[in-house]
């Protein structure tokens, strides 16, 4: 018991006199993360095909798809892209893992405080890493209606050509499919 308490003394002894670090100050100090730190998750907004794999995934359903005009028109439809509730997210890394185009990564910004509960919830606008200017949007769009044209006209000309079918060739091949 008494030695116990010599023991307590000699700490304090030791450590009253010296400048013993015992909290780091943050933001000014920040430690240095471990190499598989999974932080906020960083989305390339050019490959994104926003097929919302990953919003299904979640456990925790805290992926929700939201519009975003800088991705790609000819490879996201609706253009639509994660926005992520990190007040909900576990960082388990699973919506990461069911991307199919590999577009979703987890990140090494572990900096995420607000002073609302919204201030959480971070859009394709915050999460994205890479995205395409305005003038790159609009000539991707551009593409996107001249291959919508192409592809219109292509099956209106096929169904012209079948309209224009001969007559026997049209009643054989019925003849032919009542026989089978
Ligand atoms: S890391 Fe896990 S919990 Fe967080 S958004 Fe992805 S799937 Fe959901
Ligand atoms: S991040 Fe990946 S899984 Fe999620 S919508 Fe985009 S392509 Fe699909």
Known sequence: MVLNILKGYKMTFKTAFKDVEVTRTFPEFMMELPANER???EL???VCIGCGSCA???PNNCIEMVPFKYGNP???KKMVFPSIDFGRCMFCGLCVDECPVSCLKMGKNVVMAGWLRDDLILGPDKISVKRHTPQEVAALEEEARRLAAEKKKAAAAKAKAGDKK???AKKKKEEAGGES
Do not use: E
Request: aromatic share 0%.
């Open 166 to 168: 001969p007559a026997g």
């Open 39 to 41: 932080g906020i998750h």
């Open 44 to 46: 390339d907004a050019t």
């Open 74 to 76: 000819l490879k996201n």
């Open 56 to 58: 299904r995934i979640c």
